[in-house]
């Protein structure tokens, strides 16, 4: 199974491209699975390891769905 790569995804240029900065290129399994829902603004319930991707596909998400000319709270954690 070839790994999925975060520019498949539809995340915001300048998230790709922080991430190919870091040399992050490839989602974690979770990452994948929960990625392509949250960018649809869906509600996700996830498990997984310590060190899985958790935080990173809750917080792409997060940070590509911010819209920086809405000053109102968009996201809640």
């Known amino acids: 199974m070839s790994k999925q ?3 498949q995804v539809g995340l915001n ?3 790709l491209e922080t991430l190919d900065s870091l040399n992050y290129t490839h ?3 979770i990452q994948a699975l929960s990625l392509p829902a949250i ?3 869906r509600d996700v319930i996830g498990q997984g390891k310590t060190g899985s991707g958790k935080t990173a596909a809750f917080g792409l998400g997060v940070l590509s769905n ?3 000319k809405r000053f109102r ?3 809640l954690v």
Do not use: E
Request: hydrophobic letters at 50%.
């Open 5 to 7: 790569t975060f520019d």
């Open 27 to 29: 989602m974690t399994p």
């Open 13 to 15: 240029p300048a998230l």
């Open 73 to 75: 709270v968009q996201a």
């Open 66 to 68: 911010l819209n920086v």
């Open 39 to 41: 960018l649809n603004q």
